[in-house]
């Protein structure tokens, strides 16, 4: 069976002429920088979510650091984020000079714990960026409290939730600025790197496209120090296109989630994703927890799929804190201990999980997990 944790080439197919139809259509208008595609895709991914300001540039690490620039974070400032997370979230920060303070999870959505944000605040805590990890919001009301009783920012790291919502309220225009990635196996990806500026801040808004343009609203004219960060026409052309089918492929992903929640229902020692009431998840990953209890426990049953040719992927295998760019000081970052990271870390394996997923695909990966989990004697072959 052909299996893999994002089918890229089935997508594309799907929508094979239309696809190279806006390829050819920017290709032939030779307007790759800054052409009308950009400006195009940046209103209508705006109107899809709901807000007034979005700003394409390069990838999703350029769009926190030009957020974080445009807010005035600097050397010195503290960051409060979680270290459960790709890296590119505390990276961003620490680029600038800024300490990414660490804060631990909540252990059903993996995402920042609130009730352990306030103790970490000191008079030089700048901003709290949330992740929307793996799909799953945040729980943003009690960031946003805490934010205003202490004055600070918040800055949502949306790149794995486009489309996710919480309490009616698309993430990303929820706090101050939301970024996103839209590298390819994202729920909404181009075909190579991309990324974009979320606000409804119309000044804030100005003064990141300044940033993302050299500084410079006029050419040769630049106001600031600022960075070349820009979403080429080419890609702003594939993600108009799948801009329009987003709906479609949300409600996939959640169609599958349903399943594999069905197909391991009741599995002793294995927990399926939770799916907080606030919120929409979108599944940007199908992630599990196997428990310690579990023989083998997580590695025995990520050897155990790899020898049934079965993809899976450990997000994340080393938390933040960990990293020997932080542990090892060559970043400034301040943490303590961190359990339910450090647990989640330990626990954790992704299954496949795209739009052209199928019923039949998913029983295959089913009966996998279950051979191992019921089975802990069975050894995988090699």
Same mark, same amino acid.
């Given at each position: ?6 089918d ?8 094979k ?11 032939a ?10 400006g ?20 999703g690490?350029?769009?926190?650091? %030009? ?33 990414p ?11 920042? #714990? ?6 970490l ?17 945040? #729980?943003? #009301? ?9 004055g ?5 790291? $949306? ?28 729920n909404?990806?181009?075909?190579g ?13 100005h ?5 993302? $343009? ?7 004219h630049?106001?600031v ?40 229902d ?5 927990a399926?994703?939770?799916r ?9 990953q ?8 579990v ?43 961190l ?8 626990? %954790? ?17 089913a ?5 191992y989990?019921r ?8």
């Amino acid at each position: 069976m052909n299996l893999q944790m994002v089918d890229l080439r089935g997508q594309y197919l799907a929508m094979k002429d239309e696809m190279d139809a806006a390829l050819q259509e920017v290709l032939a208008s030779t307007q790759f920088i800054n052409g009308p595609e950009v400006g195009k895709f940046e209103c209508e991914l705006a109107g899809y979510l709901g807000g007034s300001y979005v700003l394409g540039v390069a990838n999703g690490t350029d769009a926190l650091q %030009v957020a974080f620039m445009a807010l005035g974070i600097g050397p010195g400032d503290e960051v409060i984020t979680p270290a459960f997370t790709f890296i590119a979230t505390a990276e961003a920060a620490a680029l600038l000079g800024a300490v990414p303070v660490f804060c631990d999870i909540d252990p059903k959505t993996f995402n920042l #714990d609130p009730n352990r944000l306030e103790a970490l605040i000191t008079p030089k805590t700048k901003a709290i960026v949330p992740v929307h990890l793996f799909g799953q919001p945040a #729980d943003m #009301d009690p960031i946003l409290e805490i934010a205003r009783r202490h004055g600070l920012y918040v800055v949502e790291d $949306n790149a794995q939730a486009v489309g996710a919502t919480y309490k009616g309220r698309h993430t990303g225009f929820i706090g101050h600025v939301g970024t996103l990635s839209f590298f390819p196996s994202k729920n909404l990806g181009c075909y190579g790197d991309g990324g974009a500026i979320l606000t409804n801040d119309e000044a804030l808004y100005h003064r990141m496209r300044l940033i993302a $343009n050299h500084g410079s609203q006029r050419k040769y004219h630049n106001e600031v120090v600022g960075v070349n960060s820009r979403l080429d026409a080419l890609q702003a052309a594939v993600l108009r296109v799948k801009l329009r089918r987003l709906d479609a492929y949300t409600e996939a992903r959640r169609a599958a989630a349903d399943r594999y929640d069905a197909l391991f229902d009741g599995i002793p020692g294995l927990a399926v994703p939770y799916r907080d009431p606030n919120g929409r998840h979108v599944f940007h990953q199908y992630t599990l927890r196997v428990a310690p209890e579990v023989p083998g426990g997580r590695d025995g049953l990520a050897a155990h799929l790899k020898a049934r040719g079965i993809p899976h992927a450990i997000y994340y295998p080393v938390p933040l804190h960990r990293l020997p760019v932080f542990a090892g000081g060559a970043a400034p970052a301040r943490y303590d201990d961190l359990p339910e990271t450090d647990r989640a870390a330990a626990e %954790v394996l992704s299954l496949p999980m795209h739009t052209e997923l199928t019923a039949e695909q998913q029983a295959y990966i089913a009966d996998a997990v279950h051979a191992y989990v019921r089975n802990p004697k069975e050894k995988s072959p090699g």
